[in-house]
């Protein structure tokens, strides 16, 4: 997703000082040494002021509004980051932001109403120093916040770019069964692929063209055979995704991997999404007998049945049908 990261307060503080010191280095020269370094004061004030005001309520304004967004993307925040806590992080950077704006119209007009005395000058100077030493501290106060939302922004980014009203196929299977191969095969996807369980974390888009019309597969993270309420955080990803994705389910089937969990699993979707097609692909069909094959082959009789394995591409060319 499109969303942008803070700079961390010391940061921030910095960049808004050295704002401060350019412009009033840039600010001309008055009739008197008084006035210019009175507006040289209030330039300071106002430029480093415009500076965080910008960068805390662009950040609050730019963070998408979660009622808003499709149901997909809605579950997924909430099962990626604490919408809570982000909200929270969000208010604060806005009350922050609207706080220095009142307290930079407030300096302002005390240094533009200051007249020419004595102690003109010290109080100037007492004036900026309040306004440098009150902004620093709100600024400072949001380091909780601000780490806390950078953190949440990272987990979101991650997030694939998918496109929720369109039909796509969805690769579901238990953890390991070859999904992430199956993906980078039908589709020209390079996924990060490794040999344990829980490979897939997150959702993996990848896309091939039929008829010059691009088309979206999705893998998804593995599941176990349990219960809806018995899964985490990275199963509900995938449970999300068949939720409220259209289109049609590829069930992946490992033959080395216990088949009475697999098929009780498939069992679980087809309940559950009674809605979507289902394709069954029987996976590294390479690394068994045939008669191992043709059992497998009979407990899954009932359901439409791809080969795959190496050197296999019949599911991209079913697909491409």
């Known amino acids: 997703m499109n969303l942008k990261t803070i700079d961390i307060p010391e940061k921030l503080i910095d960049a808004a000082f050295a704002r401060a010191r350019k412009q009033s280095a840039h600010y001309k020269k008055q009739k008197t040494p008084f006035y210019t370094m009175k507006?040289?004061?209030?330039?300071?004030?106002?430029?480093?002021?415009?500076?965080?005001?910008?960068?805390?309520?662009?950040?609050?304004?730019?963070?998408?509004?979660?009622?808003?967004l499709p149901e997909f993307y809605k579950d997924l925040f909430t099962f990626i980051i604490d919408i809570n806590n982000v909200k929270k992080a969000l208010s604060n950077m806005s009350s922050v932001s609207k706080i220095i704006k009142n307290i930079r119209r407030e300096k302002i007009v005390k240094l533009k109403e200051l007249k020419f005395e004595p102690n003109s000058i010290k109080i100037a100077?007492?004036?900026?120093?309040?306004?440098?030493?009150?902004?620093?501290?709100l600024i400072k106060s949001l380091k909780k916040d601000i780490n806390f939302y950078n953190e949440s922004v990272k987990k979101l980014k991650e997030l694939p770019s998918i496109k929720a009203d369109e039909e796509v196929y969805l690769i579901a299977g238990l953890p390991n069964v070859g999904k992430s191969t199956l993906?980078?095969?039908?589709?020209?996807?390079?996924?990060?692929?490794?040999?344990?369980p829980f490979t897939t974390k997150g959702l993996n888009v990848g896309i091939f063209f039929k008829k010059y019309l691009p088309i979206q597969v999705i893998d998804t993270p593995g599941l176990l055979d349990r219960s809806l309420s018995k899964r985490n955080n990275i199963e509900l990803k995938a449970i999300s995704a068949f939720q409220y994705l259209k289109g049609t389910i590829i069930f992946v089937i490992d033959p080395l991997q216990i088949i009475s969990e697999q098929k009780n699993l498939l069992k679980e979707l087809k309940k559950l999404f009674s809605d979507k097609g289902f394709i069954i692909v029987i996976n590294k069909t390479d690394l068994i007998e045939k008669t191992k094959l043709e059992e497998i082959l009979k407990e899954f009789s009932e359901n439409y049945v791809v080969i795959e394995g190496e050197g296999l591409n019949n599911l991209k060319e079913e697909l491409l049908k």
Do not use: Q
């Not at 993906?183 to 344990?196: C, G, Q, V």
């Open 39 to 68: 507006g040289k004061e209030i330039a300071k004030i106002d430029a480093s002021s415009e500076f965080l005001i910008e960068k805390l309520s662009g950040i609050v304004k730019d963070f998408p509004s979660i009622d808003k």
């Open 125 to 137: 100077k007492n004036i900026s120093r309040e306004y440098f030493g009150r902004v620093s501290s």
């Open 183 to 196: 993906l980078s095969k039908i589709t020209e996807s390079k996924p990060k692929i490794a040999s344990y």
